[in-house]
């Protein structure tokens, strides 16, 4: 047990691309986590849920209410880490999972990036849509310092904020036109999107139609209801315009 | 924002018998839960994924490895915390899960306690022999000093220690003959226990057969697989013959 840090550092694995979309992919169909912080009240660590989406630049989103303990937490103490990834069937442990060390940063109604937030976390949850403009109700942007990824047992990797964030520049150019472009893309390609879907993935289950829901420099997303299927872009894309060029060609590329 | 301490309390709602019922559940049924620590090395707050069971008196047992940061974090600093609960579909907010603030208590091989654990556990989580002897897998009982429950929008309670966990003689009484009572029950009640998991659960969809996996003072487990039942004594049990009554009684009853 004295070795602790040493042996932890020997299980690491060189991060490879496949790690990174692993970790990448967790975190952007996530529709909830687990937020540990600090308390402001008793200075002891603290785990709770949060409703979660992600900002074009794959920084975690939290919706939270200042009814909620974790809020006044979190602007006391910014440092906090986030789970991501539920187990599906097994072993609980087997399955891929990421720990986020961030620093939270509210983005309160009046800052400049509220209103875009607010509709891109709708789009990922459209069910907060009956709360999300209550008074008590804000976002929070959790800035990526680094991460653990655990792929499963013995399939650890030591990510960085270069590793899971995405250019600046490009997210924020495609920020500006992602809602103009959703409109577009699902109004003229909707046959293109349920062709796609079905051939994409396996979850043709589902009642609801497919929307996408989400474009980002690194892919987009589709999404039925709950479900959420992510999509990877070959190469990332810089502005609105060559994301959208590379949505259109992967809708149509299968 | 300035008075979200005062707002927090307002909200609290009176405990009920409910209340501790639905925690108590969430505790006795779970397989894993999110940790939340305070990093031994970078002196932040981490949270991770931990398999679970509950010892007999309803303490969280978790089993971890030393290669994983949270078993060193938890010797450096005992206080932590843990959420359990899993969402199921639609909002993930609207599903109940527990807070419970706790401090970690190694338990490791040397420990008397040590093979009571591991049989506790392994009746829990099966798929746990594969590494539970391996050098560097340890236990922690998590013991709890107190939880917020949150049932959903509105529904948040605080609990102590003394509404989650059993009386400690009771507890340890009914541990002594746990694994011989389980032995006998299950070999005897088989076809009782088939026909009352029917008639309890709608959870009769499972493959392999349903058995007795834990006996506590205030109930017992059913488990198939992954798939697990909690059964409420109507009064608590002070030991191991009184227990096995009540779930006799229980098994006939329906």
Same mark, same amino acid.
């Given at each position: $047990?004295?070795? /602790?840090? !040493? /042996?932890?550092?020997? @299980?690491?694995?060189?991060?490879? +691309?496949?790690?990174?979309?692993?970790?990448?992919?967790? $975190?952007?169909?996530?529709?909830? =986590?687990?937020? =540990?912080?600090?308390?402001?009240?008793?200075?002891? +660590?603290?785990?709770?849920? #949060?409703?979660? =989406?992600?900002?074009?630049?794959?920084? +975690?989103?939290?919706?939270?209410?200042?009814?909620?303990?974790?809020?006044?937490?979190?602007?006391?103490?910014?440092?906090?880490?986030?789970? @991501?990834?539920?187990?599906?069937?097994?072993?609980? $442990?087997?399955?891929?999972?990421?720990?986020?060390?961030?620093?939270?940063?509210?983005?309160?109604?009046?800052?400049?990036?509220?209103?875009? &937030?607010?509709?891109?976390?709708?789009?990922?949850?459209?069910?907060?849509? &009956?709360? #999300?403009?209550?008074?008590?109700?804000?976002?929070?942007? %959790?800035?990526?310092?680094?991460?653990? &990824?655990?792929?499963?047992?013995?399939?650890?990797?030591?990510?960085?904020?270069?590793? %899971?964030?995405?250019?600046?520049?490009?997210?924020?150019?495609? =920020?500006?036109?992602?809602?103009?472009?959703? !409109? $577009? %893309?699902?109004?003229?390609?909707?046959?293109?999107?349920?062709?796609? @879907?079905?051939?994409?993935?396996?979850?043709?289950?589902? #009642?609801?139609?497919?929307?996408?829901?989400?474009?980002?420099?690194?892919?987009?997303?589709?999404?039925?209801?709950?479900?959420?299927?992510? @999509?990877?872009?070959?190469?990332?894309? /810089?502005?609105?315009?060559?994301?959208? /060029?590379?949505?259109?060609?992967?809708?149509?590329?299968?």
């Amino acid at each position: $047990m004295q070795n /602790t840090s !040493e /042996t932890t550092k020997d @299980v690491i694995r060189p991060t490879t +691309p496949q790690a990174i979309q692993i970790a990448k992919g967790l $975190m952007r169909t996530a529709r909830f =986590a687990a937020l =540990a912080c600090i308390s402001a009240t008793t200075q002891r +660590p603290n785990a709770s849920r #949060v409703a979660l =989406a992600t900002d074009n630049d794959g920084t +975690p989103l939290i919706l939270v209410s200042a009814l909620a303990p974790h809020t006044a937490s979190l602007i006391a103490h910014p440092h906090c880490s986030l789970l @991501v990834g539920e187990p599906g069937k097994g072993d609980a $442990m087997a399955h891929a999972r990421i720990t986020l060390h961030c620093t939270a940063r509210q983005i309160t109604r009046e800052h400049e990036a509220y209103q875009r &937030l607010r509709t891109r976390y709708l789009s990922h949850n459209p069910k907060g849509a &009956l709360y #999300v403009d209550l008074g008590d109700f804000s976002f929070f942007r %959790l800035e990526v310092d680094g991460a653990s &990824l655990n792929g499963g047992f013995g399939k650890a990797f030591n990510l960085t904020t270069a590793d %899971l964030i995405c250019d600046q520049n490009s997210s924020a150019a495609i =920020a500006q036109q992602e809602s103009t472009d959703i !409109e $577009m %893309l699902n109004s003229t390609y909707k046959d293109d999107i349920r062709v796609f @879907v079905q051939k994409y993935t396996k979850n043709n289950t589902t #009642v609801s139609p497919w929307i996408i829901s989400a474009i980002d420099p690194d892919g987009f997303n589709l999404r039925s209801n709950e479900s959420v299927e992510r @999509v990877w872009f070959e190469n990332n894309a /810089t502005d609105g315009s060559s994301a959208k /060029t590379q949505i259109i060609s992967s809708l149509q590329a299968l």
